[in-house]
C-alpha cells in the first residue's frame, strides 16, 4: 500500500508576508466568531517583532517556554490553560518560534479536540478527532516542522512524536525576514538538522523519486547556505527545511536520529545538537555526509558543545530502550534485516563512542 499522505493546505512564502498573517486570520475570525490562541516562544517577549503579532483584545497570548524539548506535560499543562481562558474552542492556534514551539502548537490544537493526555496520542495514528485549525510562523529553519505530520514530544517514558493527518498546519507563512536574527550557532545546528533530513532520507531504504527529488533539492540548499553563504542564504535555507520536510515525509530519518533521541531523552540535549554530536561518529553509515558536514563546521567555525555529563549504566539502557522504539528509523537506514544487524550491544557500542569518557 502506498501512504496517501496529508501536506499543508495553504503556505504563503516572501519577505514581509509575516504582514499578512492579520489578514489570513480575519477569515478565520470571520468564520469562528471565536478567539485565536498565539503560542509564541517566550525569547520574543519585549521584543519588536511581538509587537507586530496582529493580537485582538479577545485573543490569548501563550507565552511558551522551549528551554527544554516539548514535553506531554507542558502540553497538557498548556491546554488546560486554554480551556480555563474560554469554555468555548478558539477559532485557530497559532505557533510563532522553532521547531519546538511549532511542535506545541500543533499538538495544543490536537489536544484541544482530543481527550485525555498528550502522552495517549505518542505514536502512530492515535489521534482520532480533528485538531483545531492551526498555522505556524517558524522563526529557525530547519527541522521541517512546518510541513511534517508529527509534533516530537518528551513523555515519560520515550521521545516519540503525535503522527497524524490531523497533525499538520492548515497554513504555514513562510518570512525569510524572521529567521534573520536567529543566533548563529543555533542556526547551524537547527540547519544541519535539515542537512541530516536529508542525508538519510536520500542514503535509506524508503527511497523513491518523490523524496529523492525533494532532499536532492533540499541537500543542495545546505550546500549553498553552509558552504557558500551567498546572498538569499535565509530564503534558501527555509526552503530547504520545506524540502528536507518534505523528503522525509515520504520517507525516513535514520541512525543519526533515533541515536539522537536517546541522547535527547537522557540528557536533555536538544535536537539541532545531538544529531550534530551523533552525526560527527557516524562515518560507518554516511561517510560522504559526515565529511561534508565537517567541511561546514569548519567553514562557520562551529564547534560541538560537550556532552554535559557522565552516564550511568541504568541511563545507557534507557537510551538503547529509546532508540530502539524508532523501528521505521531503523529499517529505514537498515533494511527489513535490521533487528539482526542493530542489535542492543551494537547500539550501546556507538552510544559509548559518542559518549567518550562521559560514559562510564
Ligand atoms: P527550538 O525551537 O528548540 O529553539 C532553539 C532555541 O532558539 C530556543 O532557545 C529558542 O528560544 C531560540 N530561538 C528560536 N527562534 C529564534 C530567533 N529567531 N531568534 C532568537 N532565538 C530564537 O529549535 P529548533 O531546532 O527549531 O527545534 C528543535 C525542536 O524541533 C526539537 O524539540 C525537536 O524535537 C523538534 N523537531 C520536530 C520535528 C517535526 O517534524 N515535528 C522535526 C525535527 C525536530
Ligand atoms: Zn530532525
Redo the contacts with the bound molecule.
Sequence with gaps: MFRNFKMVTQVVFGRGCFNQLDDILAEKRRQHASFMVFAV????KDTD?ASRIPLKKEDMMLWVN??E??STIYVDALTEEIRSFSESLPAGVIGI???????IA?AISLMLTNPGSATDYQGWDLIRNPAVWHTAI????????E??????LIGPEK?L?INSDHTVFDQIVLDPE??????RD?RF??GM?CYI?CVESLEGTYLNTFSKSYGEKAIDLCREVFLDSGPESDDKLMMASYFG?MSIAYSQVGVCHALSYGL?FVLGI???VGNCIVFDHLEEFYSEGVREFRQMMKKNDIRLPQIPRKVSNAEMEKMIDVALVLEPLWENALGKDWKRIMTRERIGGLYGLILGERSL
Design positions: 516562544d517566550d525569547v520574543f517583532f522551549v528551554d524539548e516539548p518560534g522553532g521547531g519546538s514551539t511549532m511542535d500543533k517558524p522563526t529557525l529553519s530547519g527541522t521541517g516542522a510541513v511534517s505530520r508529527t509534533t516530537v521521545k512524536g524572521v529567521i534573520a536574527d536567529a543566533p543555533q545546528f537547527t538538522d533530513h520536510g535527547s536538544h535536537h539541532g
